[in-house]
């Protein structure tokens, strides 16, 4: 299921979203935010508060920018939280908004990282298509 404000893409922004999944098996769910913090598409399950994992996603990204800033970077380009029962993974996207997924605990986590990277493109793009940078 997703959410998806003002994203014209027709679906592009889903499929490249599914296809990251397809790509990496140990991903449990993603999701994309505006730069404004903003959810745009997210494969979280039926059930799930998307206004909650959106200002949490958002809340994460922010204060790793803040951070980052804080010490002398220009931006934070990824975030990994790890917690008991799994991972929080960030990917900054060009313009400023956030690639983001969650794994179980005993995923490999470098290996969704780069497929995380190497989606960002096709993320890119997708929003590009829908006016949403």
Not at 84 to 96: A, I, K, N, S, T
């Amino acid at each position: 299921m997703t959410e998806r404000e003002n994203v014209g893409s027709g679906g592009a922004l889903d499929r490249a979203l599914a296809d990251l999944r397809a790509l990496s098996g140990d991903m449990a769910s993603c999701a994309v935010l505006s730069a404004d913090g903003v959810l745009l598409s997210s494969s979280h399950e039926e059930g799930v508060d998307r206004e909650r994992a959106a200002a949490m996603l958002s809340a994460v990204a922010n204060l790793a920018e803040r951070a980052a800033r804080r010490e002398g970077k220009e931006h934070a380009s990824q975030v990994r939280v790890d917690a008991e029962d799994g991972h929080l993974l960030l990917v900054r996207l060009d313009g400023g908004g956030t690639l983001a997924a969650t794994t179980a605990g005993d995923a490999r986590v470098g290996l969704v990282l780069y497929d995380m990277r190497n989606a960002r493109g096709e993320v890119e793009k997708a929003m590009n298509a829908g006016g949403q940078s």
